[in-house]
């Protein structure tokens, strides 16, 4: 166990130099001068001198990607002289269009991020994992046909166009919704619930699908199992043998797939934080994009790869804790 | 009354593979053998969702493909302007501009044709999906039979390389990627012939496209590593690379070409998704996403929704299609699986 855990870890810290380095080697690649997007139009020479000195421009590159890490962990000072910037741990560099280091404005985004992502994550899952069993327990019937039919609609419907539909009719047609914002909840949380209803929507919508199919089929095939079979032998109600027995033999895969979905909704959140307009991370990297930001940019990508990997090795521990069938090596 | 088989007689069966003949009581009866395949044909053929989705892609292929015929036909194409439909501030005339030549109305700006551009981004959307997929599910395939296959640190190293892929936020690399690309082959975001924008699209879809499939591989041809007949190949002397495409890729077909058609409609979605986000074939080449994109920059104004519906349908309808037969296509190859 413990050995599973260190190989684990050790193999992270590589995925995750790997990443970083790739995107870094990425940026490179690029022929433009960063310091000169970085810097802005009405940018003085000597600033721009700054900027390239801060991002370390004209140092190799393996130098200057040790020094992107090292700050990270340890913090460091960009530039020198009048323009040095003294950046604290951690360090993912410092945004000249915005005048602050990336981490604070990361900092600032990451609730908005998570209130979307964890929030859209707890309906989906609910509705998903529900609907599913039901459908199982009702097999053939009607009900079970309109989940499968739901399930058809929400795979193929793009998110891209589910949030736009919301907000048309919602916002500017009924006009029975706000326009999505983010309150932090702890301030007033019945405005941060209307808030994210629409984004919430909008990514649960698309979501669901793939885990409703999912606790479906995996509920008839744990049905189809000897041992369910045994406990209808020994007279136990059907109630029991379905609620108790097959449930929970289902459980796990289910919960390894919603753990892991958590992951794909970070994803989501670019295009659905962009189209309603909130801060979060997803916008934030498409705006450094557009605006070739380069540090935000590497920043946001390291930090969705962080916890992509530690999400599934969470679930990977989860899964051996749940199911004693499960042996990790 | 001695060692016959009944043939099994169903409105679908196709010309057997193997005809065994036998004498029963003095008459002639022959006895037809399936293949796998042969069985999964008439089982998809029976299936109600199958045909009537299959229709659907035919007539899907032949509105997208036959462009140059509609066109000529239709009388316009999605590159022509329209200006003398247009008011002042360049919004079109009329309920969005809908008249007998302009069947669902034109664009705002420079007056395109609207179902014009439907068909030819649809065009777009399916050629660089189809290509996808086949590269996608080819390169993906090989890799993880490979991996499955030698196992040891050629495995280790593959796998380890599909979850540092798997960890990646492939929206994110994809934008960032894009520009700079862009930037080393053109020299910038400049206009380009559409080959060369659908290849690079193609190019981005594909850096991530594989994995689902070599993932899939690898699992299968694990499990079928350690079978006799493997053993059998290698007794008499077989090569590994001959092992792997000849001895072990055939027996995988099936949740490969289940993997295939399911990515279909993965990399519509996708693709569209990246052309919403501005990762196309680039104006003025017609694309899905795109025309989504320019939906909901306008679905305030007058009648706004009405492309927003007409362009994000196109896509839902795309996609939906292209998964109920893909949900067809398993079933049967695999007809044990619950529906």
């Known amino acids: 166990m413990l050995r599973f855990v260190v190989r684990r870890l050790l193999l992270i810290v590589l995925t995750l130099t790997v990443v970083s380095f790739g995107t870094f080697m990425l940026f490179f690649a690029a022929p433009s001068d960063p310091a000169r997007i970085l810097c802005g139009t009405r940018c003085q020479p000597a600033q721009i001198e700054a900027v390239r000195d801060g991002l370390g421009l004209d140092r190799p590159i ?13 913090g460091r000072t960009l530039g020198e002289g009048d323009w040095a910037k003294d950046c604290s741990a951690p360090c993912f560099g410092y945004s000249y269009t915005q005048n602050q280091e990336v981490s604070e404005i990361v900092a600032r985004a990451l609730p ?23 459908a199982a ?19 193929a419907l793009p998110i891209y166009f589910v949030g736009p539909m919301l907000l048309l009719i919602f916002r500017y047609q009924l006009e029975i919704l706000p326009q999505p914002s983010y309150t932090p909840l702890l301030d007033d949380p019945l405005a941060f619930a209307g808030g994210m209803i629409m984004p919430w929507a909008t990514l649960a ?34 109630r ?65 790869a962080t916890f992509v990997v530690f999400g599934t090795f969470i679930v990977d521990m989860l899964y051996a804790a749940i199911d004693p069938r499960v042996r990790l090596s | 009354m001695t060692g016959m088989i009944e043939p099994i007689t169903d409105p679908g069966s196709i010309e057997p593979e193997v005809v065994v003949t036998e004498t029963v009581d003095g008459k002639q009866q022959s006895v037809h053998g399936r293949s796998p395949g042969q069985m999964a044909w008439i089982r998809l053929k029976r299936d109600r969702t199958a045909r009537v989705t299959g229709a659907l892609i035919l007539g899907i292929l032949l509105a997208a493909y036959g462009v140059p015929l509609w066109t000529a036909i239709y009388g316009t194409d999605a590159y022509a302007h329209n200006p003398d439909l247009l008011d002042r501030s360049s919004v079109p005339l009329g309920f969005v501009g809908v008249s007998g030549s302009h069947w669902l109305g034109i664009l705002q700006g420079n007056g395109e044709d609207v179902l014009m551009q439907l068909l030819t981004g ?20 090989i890799i993880g039979a490979t991996a499955g296959f030698l196992g040891g640190w050629v495995d280790a190293v593959i796998n380890w390389i599909i979850d540092v892929m798997l960890s990646l936020p492939f929206l994110i690399v994809a934008l960032a990627a894009f520009p700079i690309m862009q930037e080393v082959f053109f020299g910038g975001p400049s206009e380009r012939p559409l080959i060369l924008s659908g290849l690079m699209v193609t190019g981005i879809l594909l850096i991530f496209g594989w994995v689902g499939t070599a993932r899939l591989t690898r699992g299968q041809v694990i499990s079928l590593r350690e079978r006799e007949f493997i053993e059998a190949a290698r007794a008499s002397g077989a090569g590994n690379w001959h092992i792997i495409f000849k001895q072990i890729l055939p027996n995988v077909w099936a949740p490969i070409l289940v993997s295939f058609s399911m990515a279909v409609p993965g990399f519509v979605g996708f693709q569209a998704y990246l052309a919403f986000l501005n990762i196309g074939v680039g104006h003025p080449h017609p694309d899905l996403g ?36 893909g949900d067809a296509v398993r079933d049967a190859l695999n007809p044990k699986s619950n529906r």
Request: with cysteine.
């Open chain 1, 62 to 74: 393996m130098t200057q990607y040790v020094e992107y890490m090292g700050g990270i962990f340890a």
């Open chain 1, 112 to 134: 908005v991020s998570a209130s979307v992502a964890i929030g859209a994550w707890i309906i989906q899952t609910l509705i998903s994992v529900s609907s599913g069993v039901i």
């Open chain 1, 137 to 155: 327990r009702k097999r053939g019937t009607a009900v079970d046909r309109g989940t499968i039919a739901a399930t058809l609609i929400g795979g």
């Open chain 1, 205 to 238: 919508i698309v979501g669901f699908a793939f885990d409703a199919r999912l606790s479906r089929s995996q509920m008839l095939e744990t049905l189809d199992e000897d041992f369910i079979r045994t406990s209808r032998a020994k007279g136990l109600k059907d």
């Open chain 1, 240 to 304: 029991v043998v379905f609620w108790r027995h097959a449930l929970r033999a289902s459980a796990t895969p289910l919960a390894t797939s919603a753990g892991l979905g958590l992951g794909g909704l970070l994803g989501g959140a670019v295009v659905t934080e962009s189209i309603f307009g909130l801060n979060g991370l997803g916008k934030l990297s498409l705006d450094a994009i557009t605006a070739r930001n380069l540090p935000i940019v590497m920043a946001t990508v390291l930090i969705a």
């Open chain 2, 122 to 141: 649809m065009r777009t959307s399916l050629t660089i999906s189809i290509i996808c997929a086949i590269l996608a599910t080819a390169i993906g395939a």
């Open chain 2, 290 to 325: 795109r025309l989504v994109n320019f939906a909901v920059g306008k679905m305030q104004g007058l009648n706004g929704w009405f492309l927003l519906v007409i362009s994000g349908g196109t896509i839902f309808l795309l996609v939906l299609t292209f998964n109920l037969f």
